[in-house]
């Protein structure tokens, strides 16, 4: 899944500059961070995350913060 997810990325933003993996402290699910560094225009920084989805957050009710295909 994760490589699917990685692939659709790069089809619409292009090669990323950095991956960060975020250890939540609770020991639950990683979360990683997909950094594009002058997109949409330089100066600008688009962040993209996986993992998100995975955790189950009591303010998530009705939906999670990320889309899967």
Do not use: C
């Not at 960060?20 to 020991?27: L, N, W």
């Not at 600008?44 to 913060?65: H, Q, R």
Request: net charge negative.
């Amino acid at each position: 899944m994760a490589e699917l997810y990685m692939n659709k990325l790069e089809g619409i933003f292009g090669q990323k500059d950095v991956i960060r993996k975020v250890e939540p402290s609770d020991g639950s699910t990683p979360i990683h961070v997909f950094f594009y560094y002058d997109l949409p225009e330089e100066g600008m920084l688009t962040a993209v995350t996986y993992g998100l989805s995975d955790g189950e957050f009591i303010g998530w009710k009705n939906a999670k913060p990320e889309l899967r295909e």
